[in-house]
């Protein structure tokens, strides 16, 4: 499953070259991944079980800039799945055009809120998450 969030570029997400700085990519790409966790009901799950994903390995290529005024389209999927980590991909469409901007690949692992330990993705997480990959 590919989910897709849209944006509009303010003043307030560039820096003093005009473009998106790159601090602010990374939390447009982390709400977008909030919003896709969301969507396929993984937010209340991880939350009933006290447990939480978290970024161990990021990996982002800027292809062109992006700047104030115009409007941006993220999508994000998950990409691999292993029994303990797993890797989701963003890519972020300018203008709404089939030209990339950014292409990133973030790699995770599952957590026990409760003690800061990986554990493995197993059980009904596991389940869900088959069910979303996009190959």
């Not at 709400?31 to 161990?56: C, D, H, K, P």
């Not at 800039?65 to 469409?93: M, N, R």
Request: with cysteine.
């Amino acid at each position: 499953m590919i989910h897709e969030t849209n944006y509009s570029i303010r003043t307030f997400h560039t820096d003093g070259f005009g473009h998106v700085n790159n601090s602010r990519h990374l939390e447009l790409l982390e709400e977008a991944r909030w919003q896709y966790a969301e969507s396929i009901g993984l937010v209340t799950m991880l939350a009933e079980r006290n447990l939480g994903f978290i970024i161990v390995d990021l990996r982002i290529r800027f292809r062109i800039p992006i700047f104030e005024g115009e409007q941006i389209k993220v999508t994000t999927c998950l990409k691999t799945l292993g029994s303990a980590s797993g890797e989701v991909e963003q890519l972020v469409y300018k203008n709404r055009e089939a030209r990339v901007a950014l292409k990133s690949l973030f790699h995770f692992v599952l957590i026990n809120r409760d003690t800061g330990d990986s554990i493995p993705i197993d059980g009904a997480i596991r389940e869900l998450l088959i069910g979303v990959i996009e190959p």
